[in-house]
């Protein structure tokens, strides 16, 4: 019961009610579960372009030829890869940081994926580094310290817009929001192109 | 704006209560302990989310229970306001205005404003810088929303540099360019909180100058200052100059966190200088002068809390002050004393009409229903 309330949004008795579902389960069926398990981890591989996880070198994006090289999106974990292609919007390449700069917790630059990210950028053809990282400090204080990391090579350097909802009415904004939607506007030409 | 009606449900020593206020002045008396002061604490958790005198939620709630609930309606620009709070125990506080719940209690803050003069205000004059600096959030912060962010990463940052500060120091390699990375975020958000309180303070302190005046009939010279050391150096210059101090105590020795309001007293400091009297009249003209100041940013009067305001004043300061708080300029009053003769008296002199409550008479419901809110 330990071993499930240590996963992420498992908590006690919700750990407590799989255990027992797994009790009444048939031998052969448990067994099935838990080797499907110990397959996972051993077949999973990340992928050596982007480090997402995937069963071959190259995982599915990296693979994909159609997709734009000179774009690479750097994005903290798998999960904002997930989000983003859902968004469909998106047809360049991707880097997974594995997280962001945060002290407190003991992480530092040399604990990201950070020099993969600057030899990627050394030999392929990338012209252009999105940064997509959380709006919190430390998200924007590791989008900084690759600012100026890249800063010798000749780059377009973005970060994600931040901004009012689709959707929302501006005056239920909160007030940070709205200053920065309205210092950082676009010209109208190009909100029409999407 | 006022409040009309307060209603508590478990709050500390009220397990249920109705009180139907006045829309001038309100006095709540009754022997220390009677809980007079929890009724101003409650209106204060209705305005700015929390109490004024405890900060652990749970711990207003009454002994033995579980949760607490202060429902209040409010009357703002003729509109009535229904505002809900309630807490609890290890779950999160729900603030709701007409029963719509807040997503940010930061939203609420400022609508329906208050300001509290209670005995624990000493502290200002007593206590550390930080409780001067909480003096400036808690005004600012009610105006300006941009404010309250820039605090919160600002000490969220503060807290990454120092455990950054705390790894050179166990493993023995300094990265000076590393820590600038953080410095960027420090100076960015320090500079808006530097300019916003000294803004603040321009304005402020000739608000101050007046009240004191008025409430001591100029009788002695007093002085606010505020200093921070982004007034006189560049805060990129400070943090360079201070890099081998801050690496040898793992701490960021300078920045806005170190900024303080000086108080003073021809000359010198309240806190040695001034008699409990002249110190009392310079906390109530810091309150007064934020009154005025909220009232003019976000265009409505406060409901003025007083605590125990009779305590420590000699009667013309008592009779100065309540005739002025008592005038058009102020609005709703709610306050507490000991004695209800004495709040007649005092109000009779000054010819204004005054509504009291005997706390310690009022016939308490004892019905364990839950109320809606
Ligand atoms: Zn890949």
Same mark, same amino acid.
């Given at each position: 019961m330990n071993q499930f309330a240590r996963l992420p949004g498992i908590g006690r008795k919700t750990a407590l009610r799989l255990v027992l579902f797994l009790l009444k389960e048939k031998d052969h069926d448990v067994e099935r579960f838990s080797n499907a398990f110990t397959r996972m981890k051993s077949n999973i591989k990340y992928c050596k372009e982007? &480090? $997402? *996880?995937?069963?071959?070198?190259?995982?599915?994006?990296?693979?994909?030829?159609?997709?734009?090289r000179s774009l690479l999106c750097v994005v903290p974990d798998l999960r904002d890869v997930m989000a983003i292609e859902n968004t469909h919007q998106y047809r360049g390449m991707y880097h997974i940081l594995g997280g962001?700069?945060?002290?407190?917790?003991?992480?530092?630059?040399?604990? &990201? $994926? *950070?020099?993969?990210?600057?030899?990627?950028?050394?030999?392929a053809e990338v012209r252009e580094v999105i940064m997509a990282l959380p709006g919190t400090v430390e998200g924007e204080t590791t989008t900084f310290f690759l600012f100026r990391r890249l800063k010798e090579y000749n780059l377009n350097f973005t970060t994600i817009a931040r901004g009012i909802g689709v959707g929302d009415e501006l005056e239920f904004a909160d007030e940070v929001t709205l200053g920065r939607s309205i210092m950082q506007r676009i010209p109208y030409e190009s909100s029409l192109a999407r | 704006m006022h409040i009309q009606s307060l209603d508590l449900y478990q709050f500390r020593n009220f397990r249920q209560l109705q009180v139907i206020l006045s829309d001038h002045v309100n006095a709540f008396t009754g022997a220390n302990g009677c809980g007079k002061t929890n009724l101003l604490d409650a209106v204060h958790y209705l305005s700015m989310c929390k109490s004024y005198f405890n900060p652990a939620d749970s711990q207003n709630i009454s002994y033995g229970e579980n949760s607490f609930i202060i429902n209040g309606t409010f009357i703002l620009n003729d509109e009535e306001e229904r505002i809900s709070c309630s807490v609890r125990l290890n779950q999160r506080k729900i603030f709701k205005r007409n029963k719509k719940d807040y997503d940010r209690l930061s939203d609420h803050i400022g609508i329906f404003p208050t300001v509290m003069i209670a005995p624990a205000d000493h502290v200002l004059v007593e206590g550390g810088s930080e409780e001067r600096r909480r003096l400036l959030d808690m005004v600012i912060s009610q105006y300006d929303h941009n404010y309250l962010r820039?605090?919160?990463?600002?000490?969220?940052?503060?807290?990454?540099?120092?455990?950054?500060?705390?790894?050179?120091?166990?493993?023995?390699?300094?990265?000076?360019?590393l820590l600038q990375i953080w410095d960027e975020q420090l100076i960015s958000s320090g500079k808006i909180i530097y300019e916003s309180r000294a803004a603040f303070m321009t304005e402020y302190i000739p608000l101050f100058n007046y009240y004191y005046a008025l409430i001591s009939d100029s009788a002695e010279q007093v002085e606010m200052v505020y200093e921070s050391q982004l007034e006189t150096h560049d805060f990129e210059q400070l943090l360079d100059l201070a890099f081998e101090k801050d690496c040898a105590s793992t701490y960021t020795s300078t920045g806005i966190h170190k900024d303080d309001l000086l108080f003073?007293?021809?000359?010198?400091?309240?806190?040695?200088?001034?008699?409990?009297?002249q110190q009392k009249t310079f906390l109530i003209a810091v309150k007064l002068a934020q009154f005025e100041y909220i009232m003019k940013k976000n265009n409505v009067k406060p409901i003025l809390l007083l605590d125990d305001i009779f305590d420590k004043l000699d009667d013309h300061r008592v009779a100065r002050l309540l005739g002025l708080v008592s005038a058009d300029k102020f609005g709703q009053i709610l306050l507490t004393d000991t004695s209800a003769d004495r709040v007649k008296e005092i109000f009779r002199k000054i010819n204004t009409p005054v509504k009291i409550f005997e706390v310690?008479?009022?016939?308490e419901s004892t019905a364990a229903s839950t109320p809606e809110f």
């Amino acid at each position: 019961m330990n071993q499930f309330a240590r996963l992420p949004g498992i908590g006690r008795k919700t750990a407590l009610r799989l255990v027992l579902f797994l009790l009444k389960e048939k031998d052969h069926d448990v067994e099935r579960f838990s080797n499907a398990f110990t397959r996972m981890k051993s077949n999973i591989k990340y992928c050596k372009e982007c &480090l $997402n *996880i995937s069963e071959e070198e190259l995982c599915g994006i990296c693979r994909d030829t159609r997709r734009d090289r000179s774009l690479l999106c750097v994005v903290p974990d798998l999960r904002d890869v997930m989000a983003i292609e859902n968004t469909h919007q998106y047809r360049g390449m991707y880097h997974i940081l594995g997280g962001v700069i945060n002290p407190i917790e003991g992480t530092g630059p040399q604990d &990201l $994926n *950070i020099l993969p990210l600057v030899e990627r950028i050394e030999k392929a053809e990338v012209r252009e580094v999105i940064m997509a990282l959380p709006g919190t400090v430390e998200g924007e204080t590791t989008t900084f310290f690759l600012f100026r990391r890249l800063k010798e090579y000749n780059l377009n350097f973005t970060t994600i817009a931040r901004g009012i909802g689709v959707g929302d009415e501006l005056e239920f904004a909160d007030e940070v929001t709205l200053g920065r939607s309205i210092m950082q506007r676009i010209p109208y030409e190009s909100s029409l192109a999407r | 704006m006022h409040i009309q009606s307060l209603d508590l449900y478990q709050f500390r020593n009220f397990r249920q209560l109705q009180v139907i206020l006045s829309d001038h002045v309100n006095a709540f008396t009754g022997a220390n302990g009677c809980g007079k002061t929890n009724l101003l604490d409650a209106v204060h958790y209705l305005s700015m989310c929390k109490s004024y005198f405890n900060p652990a939620d749970s711990q207003n709630i009454s002994y033995g229970e579980n949760s607490f609930i202060i429902n209040g309606t409010f009357i703002l620009n003729d509109e009535e306001e229904r505002i809900s709070c309630s807490v609890r125990l290890n779950q999160r506080k729900i603030f709701k205005r007409n029963k719509k719940d807040y997503d940010r209690l930061s939203d609420h803050i400022g609508i329906f404003p208050t300001v509290m003069i209670a005995p624990a205000d000493h502290v200002l004059v007593e206590g550390g810088s930080e409780e001067r600096r909480r003096l400036l959030d808690m005004v600012i912060s009610q105006y300006d929303h941009n404010y309250l962010r820039a605090g919160i990463n600002y000490n969220r940052t503060l807290a990454q540099r120092n455990a950054l500060l705390k790894q050179f120091q166990q493993t023995g390699r300094k990265d000076k360019s590393l820590l600038q990375i953080w410095d960027e975020q420090l100076i960015s958000s320090g500079k808006i909180i530097y300019e916003s309180r000294a803004a603040f303070m321009t304005e402020y302190i000739p608000l101050f100058n007046y009240y004191y005046a008025l409430i001591s009939d100029s009788a002695e010279q007093v002085e606010m200052v505020y200093e921070s050391q982004l007034e006189t150096h560049d805060f990129e210059q400070l943090l360079d100059l201070a890099f081998e101090k801050d690496c040898a105590s793992t701490y960021t020795s300078t920045g806005i966190h170190k900024d303080d309001l000086l108080f003073r007293i021809s000359g010198h400091p309240v806190k040695r200088f001034g008699s409990q009297g002249q110190q009392k009249t310079f906390l109530i003209a810091v309150k007064l002068a934020q009154f005025e100041y909220i009232m003019k940013k976000n265009n409505v009067k406060p409901i003025l809390l007083l605590d125990d305001i009779f305590d420590k004043l000699d009667d013309h300061r008592v009779a100065r002050l309540l005739g002025l708080v008592s005038a058009d300029k102020f609005g709703q009053i709610l306050l507490t004393d000991t004695s209800a003769d004495r709040v007649k008296e005092i109000f009779r002199k000054i010819n204004t009409p005054v509504k009291i409550f005997e706390v310690d008479k009022i016939p308490e419901s004892t019905a364990a229903s839950t109320p809606e809110f």
